[in-house]
């Protein structure tokens, strides 16, 4: 059996002929290897993210999701996610050379109900796929999936220490998967760590970067179960509407997971059971889980001898990372604190200057002094807002990110963990070949067949097993790949957001100064 | 150490306007050192007046000079009746020192780019409470050369012209410690003030003023400072988000890291604006409420010297009202009553046509400010929106 040290990259399929424009990206890895996938060209199917419609034909070069035409139904049947993320993909490929990019595909289809050849798996069933992360990158989905999650409306419900608070969860969706094209329903905190639990437990979802829940917090909650009326109540739970609403937008734009038939029960479901267990999701707790997790997986670490160092890479390149986020939210905090002082300061100033524009006997100097004291009163508002911009826009985001990034370092985790599951299995096959072998030499027949039994049992299971490995790695090199996309987008997107305020508010500043000159030259 | 253009310096000394003007003598503090904590102001002066012996000379004078000239002024009797333009505040590095040590204790945590610019930064700040300090010394002597009478002092002269260290004419440590006991009486005076009845409408007006706007006006400046001092904890906040991004984008994707690149570099542009915002509300806003709060003060005080002066003059009416009685001393008493008279009425007169001019300048000078002080805010705000334009655009088109 062949070990993680024997794995040799496998050959890839024959190239087609490169789309134009892509030409530039390929490297030269498209020569090598058997056209395993090349024969099933003939049938692109292209699906587009979680509409069933097999049947659909597009103009593609082969590639390997085009293959997996087996529509969302396969959901169900098999467990494996994989299937359903290739037909999400799919549609993406158009752009594509065949010159392969993941293989998601290859392990599925061993599993896959789709009329695909599973031939090509057991072929090479120890064989990892050395793909070049250019390769990868070609085959990024298009980003048009079709659902649209808002978390709105945050109600107080009940009263004292067993209150909490109500979210309405409005999805708008062209989807077939929902039951209709709108609909809400009403969800509390505890629903939405719940679903982040079941998730997160999904065999079949492992080695997917499952999007983390906003942490718990006690105290937050507790004035908010007190009342609801001062500014810090409302923040946060302005704070924590607007993370829940990022967290199931991430949850639905994933493929994997907007299949999952937990979280299509979350958006749908009028009456969803309460979730238990959601203690041990409380933000330290979190965060402790993740870290005891992560290290007790990099010990192994060490050990496991990889042909690829593309995931030791990735791990710090994720940690560096992570590193860099903490203190750059350290940053974005004093500056939130600093601007919320600078409020603070010029309201103050505001009055003093009302103050002394009172006292003032110069007619025009009063009245001017008075305006001023008014323009800093606007200028409070705008760096009231600013300061709210900076938090909700930048330190949420970086928040986020940091604690995507812990995610990530989970969904490693589970490839580590995977791999050592598959190393224990071939060590127990080992030890009974052993005993199979001390029991022929000893001659004893009758334990014989329960040895050869259990040998049998520990073959298939070590097969299965790397099977897992390899399917979980990679899926965590395509994870990689659409949160790189991912973050890149995002960060872009709330970085023009950010500015975009910004702007608006000096305009405003603008305004207000402006509007002043004429008083200060008034004055005489 | 620093010498600067004549822009900076028409900027800088804004808070008093008028000044300089008068040709017969032109005062300017042109250079200054600065060793350890003393500062060396080199005084320089061009005059036409024939009471001085060269008709160009400049002086090295320290921040005691300065004070010794003004406490002598405040204690010549003549000048009672003048609003003595107050004596510059000692120069304070204390604030940019400090965070100069907090820098140094930090920098092991940050990266040397951040290092390098918090430096540079606090360096810029350094500058400015020392170029802060030169404006305030000079403003002081200006005040002095444009004041018909102040100027004509003997011992302004010798300020200006002595060429010797002028330590032994100033201060020993009981004469101060006598000038801090009389600043304690007059305190206590200052009930005299308030207490003393008051037989002309002008000077009750200006009593009634001046106590009120001192108090509202030493607010003022300590709510401004505060203002002042939260814009410049943003702008050191912008450097250190613009070194961070810079770290970050190193270890970011390509996709990423251009984003990050242009808004690390927006940062770092915005900082400086945000920093000029700072300076120029702390310079327009703050200097300017600072200034004419210590110009109070001296208003404050010629107005207690009156009040002194009336409260003699009573005195003196019932000692010769004594005296008649008695009998005794007679034209003495007669002479210091009228003494105590002429002294009131000369009083009056000078201050009531210094509080008037006062109170004109004062006027002036918060147009001026104001004025620039919306227009430089108008001006940054515009700056900030083109880079925010800019970078928008910048991130947008990738």
Partial sequence: MATSSDRNPPPFPATDEPKPGLSDLLDGDSDEGDDIF????????????????????????????SQEEAGPNTAKSNGVNSDDDNDLFAEAQSDLSSNTPSSAARPDISTSSGPRPASSFPQNPAAMQHTSLEQLEEEEAKDSFD?????TNPEKVGDGMNAYVAYKVFTRSSLPIFKSKAFSVRRRFSDFLGLYEKLSAK????????????????VGMTKVKVGMDDPSSLEFVERRRAALERYLQRVVSHPSLLQDPDVREFLERDDLPRAVNTQTLSGAGFLKMINRASDAVNKMTIKMNESDTWFEDKLQEVEAEEQQLRKLHAVVDSLVNHRKELCGNTAIFAKSMAMLGNSEDNTALSRALSQLA??????????????????????ELLADYIRLLGAVRGCLDQRMRAWQRWQEAQSTLQKKREAEAKLLWANKPDKLQQAKDEITEWETKVTQYERDFDRIGMSVRKEFLRFEKEKAKDFKSQIIKYLEAMMQSQQRFIKFWEAFLPEAKAIA | MSSFDDNNKERLRSVSVDLNNDASLLIDIPDALCERDKVKFTVHTKTTLSSFQKPEFSVPRQHEDFIWLHDTLVETEDYAGLIIPPAPPKPDFESPREKMHKLGEGEATMTKEEYTKMKQELEAEYLAVFKKTVQVHEVFLQRLSSHPILSKDRNF??????DQDLSVRRKNAKEMFGGFFKNMVKSADEVLIAGVKEVDDFFEQEKTFLLDYFSKIKDATAKAEKMTRSHKNIADDYIRLSATLNSLSAEESTANKKTLDHISDLFEKLRKVEGRVASDEELKLTELLRYYMRDIQAAKDLLYRRARALADYENSNKALDKARLKGKDVSQAEEHQQRCLQKFDNLSE????ELTNFKARRVVAFRKNLVEMAELEVKHAKNNMTLLQGCIELLSSN
């Avoid at chain 1, 099933?40 to 597009?58: A, F, L, M």
């Avoid at chain 1, 659902?147 to 978390?151: Q, S, T, W």
Wanted: a negative charge; charged letters at 25%; one cysteine or more.
């Fill in chain 1, 38 to 65: 090349v024969s099933n060209r003939t049938n692109p199917v292209s699906v587009s993210r979680g509409v069933s419609q097999p049947e659909r034909v597009r103009e593609e070069p082969g590639d390997l999701f």
């Fill in chain 1, 203 to 218: 065999q079949t979802l492992h080695g997917c970067i499952i999007p983390p829940p906003p942490e718990k917090s006690v």
């Fill in chain 2, 350 to 353: 000078s201050g009531k046509k």
């Fill in chain 1, 374 to 395: 008014e323009v800093e009163d606007k200028m409070e508002q705008l760096h009231q807002e600013q300061a709210a911009s900076d938090f909700f826009i930048l330190a």
């Fill in chain 2, 157 to 162: 002269q010798i300020f200006l012209e002595y």
């Fill in chain 1, 147 to 151: 659902v649209d999650v808002a978390v």
